[in-house]
């Protein structure tokens, strides 16, 4: 048997189609509704996912109050209060969600995720993102959002500083010896002392050592500066591809950046998003998606554009093909696929909008189970990625579909597990625990002579 696969369920309010809050079917108040989340958690624990994954920003606004209130993505619950009850109705299942380097503190993220790898018996990851939506600097009274190349290097000194704090304690720390009164031993710690371009952290931490060592860290920016982040520190990259062709340079990329790090590229796990809407045939997967399809509101697709552009594209003539448009830092490596999506494609800008609405640039497919399984076993056999991160376009129907109808086809191919293999999720994805060392970093200094 080849290569098993590795499947995120990634989880957006009431389903990734933009219009999915319209269908007559769907559960709008997803994002707050507890009982629909522990059924979706559960479902994607059913398929024996490995992860259920939650996305986040620290903003309400993505675009005007007008279009904002056309969008079902606007109000959730706070993604770690969410994670530590979905833990205790899921036994397998991993836990991931968002936290930001650019606004958080390292001292109190590495808190939250050892409490939350605790709480879940070994079960959290990080999804490590640098804050792409430039409004939330509002969250935070501050005017400017930080420039992008900075924004990744305090993502990199905050992933060391986070990574040092959860290597607190050495093993066998925490004693408990009531003969002897010792409660831990002093030896067994590490203190990281870090004094850095952007972070100051002294530890140890206060919380200790959790199931898995550290929470997975993840990582999603595709530019130059976030391929070389992840290779430099994720056990988990999601991807968004529009091709097969762009997965494989991605896959291939990142995965030979990596020996520069002295990693070992089976470390890392590539996992591209993937959104279906599948049926017993073609016919019946292509009409789930059109009924979405038919609910689009068009100012809410072009807003979706105009902001994921970084371009506002109000007031063009939508039957025309897109203006020239300047890519900068906002939009970022997104921009740059679904620009030349739209030109290789010679879409319209109501083409290429009611394309994005689907599944925000990442990959579509729209059919029978043998043609999504087959899709998945090229991508993964052909080397463009280790997994998927399965994007349900309408809750809970299409995962439904994809728990009873891809899953076992995957399994029968023998592509995808039958029963989960470890209780952690690291044990699960198939990662070891990686070394971490202070040297690493300028800036830092570990051991004893920190803590007196
Ligand atoms: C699957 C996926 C999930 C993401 N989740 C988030 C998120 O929750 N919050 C966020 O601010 N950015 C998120 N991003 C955006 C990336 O972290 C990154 O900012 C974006 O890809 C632009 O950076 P780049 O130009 O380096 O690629 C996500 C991206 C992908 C592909």
Redesign the pocket.
């Known amino acids: 048997m080849g290569t098993q696969m590795k499947l995120g369920m ?1 989880y957006w309010q009431v389903g990734h189609h933009i219009a999915a809050w319209r269908h007559p079917e769907s559960t709008p108040d997803s994002g707050v509704n507890v009982p629909h989340l522990i059924e979706l958690a559960q479902l994607a624990e059913k398929g024996l996912f490995d992860m259920f ?5 620290v903003t309400f606004w993505r675009g005007s109050l007008e279009s904002m209130s056309r969008d079902s993505y606007s109000t959730w619950i706070e993604p770690f209060t969410m994670m530590c009850m979905l833990s205790q109705h899921t036994r397998h299942l991993g836990l991931v ?2 936290a ?1 380097a650019t606004y958080d503190q390292p001292y109190l993220l590495a808190r939250r995720f050892a409490s939350l790898d605790i709480i879940s018996g070994g079960r959290a990851g990080w ?1 490590l ?5 430039k409004l ?1 600097a509002d969250s935070f009274g501050l005017g400017e959002h930080m420039e ?1 190349a900075a924004r ?1 290097r305090r993502g990199r000194e905050f992933a060391h500083v986070v990574r040092g704090l959860w290597n607190s304690f050495g093993e066998g720390a925490f004693v408990r010896d009531r003969e002897s009164g010792r409660y831990f031993d002093p030896d067994k710690i590490q203190v990281l002392d870090h004094s850095g371009e952007f972070l100051g952290a002294r530890g140890p931490l206060n919380v200790s050592p959790s199931p898995q060592g550290e929470p997975v860290l993840i ?9 070389e982040l992840a290779a430099a520190t994720a056990e988990v990259v ?3 591809s529009q091709s097969i062709e762009y997965a494989k340079e991605f896959y291939s990329d990142v995965k030979g950046r990596m020996a520069n790090y002295g990693r070992d590229p089976d470390s890392l796990k590539i996992m ?2 993937l959104s279906v809407n599948v049926g017993e045939t073609h016919e019946d997967g292509v009409a789930k998606f059109e009924e979405l399809q038919d609910l689009i509101d068009p100012r809410t697709g072009l807003q979706l554009l105009s902001q994921r552009l970084d371009y506002d594209l109000t007031g063009y003539d939508v039957d025309q093909p897109l203006p020239d448009i300047p890519v900068n ?1 906002i939009g ?3 921009a740059e696929m679904t620009i030349k999506t739209a030109r290789d494609n010679n879409m319209t800008i109501k083409e290429l909008y009611r394309y994005f609405a689907g599944a925000r640039g ?1 990959y579509q497919i729209n059919g029978s189970v043998t043609e999504v399984a087959d899709l998945m076993e090229e991508w993964v056999t052909d080397g463009a990625c280790d997994g998927f ?1 399965i994007m349900p376009p309408l809750y809970p129907h299409s995962l439904g579909d994809f728990v009873d109808l891809v899953v076992p086809e995957l399994q029968r191919r023998g592509l995808f597990r039958t029963e989960y293999e470890a209780t952690t999720l690291r044990g699960n994805l198939g990662l070891t625990r990686p070394p971490w060392s202070a040297g690493d970093l300028e800036g830092s200094t570990i051991g004893k002579a920190a803590a007196e």
């Open positions: 990634f994954f939650m996305a986040d920003s969600c968002t930001t999804n993102v640098t804050s792409g939506n939330e992008k990744y990582q999603a920016g595709a530019s130059e500066d976030g391929r999601f991807g968004a591209p998003g830092e970022g490596s997104r990442h991160n």
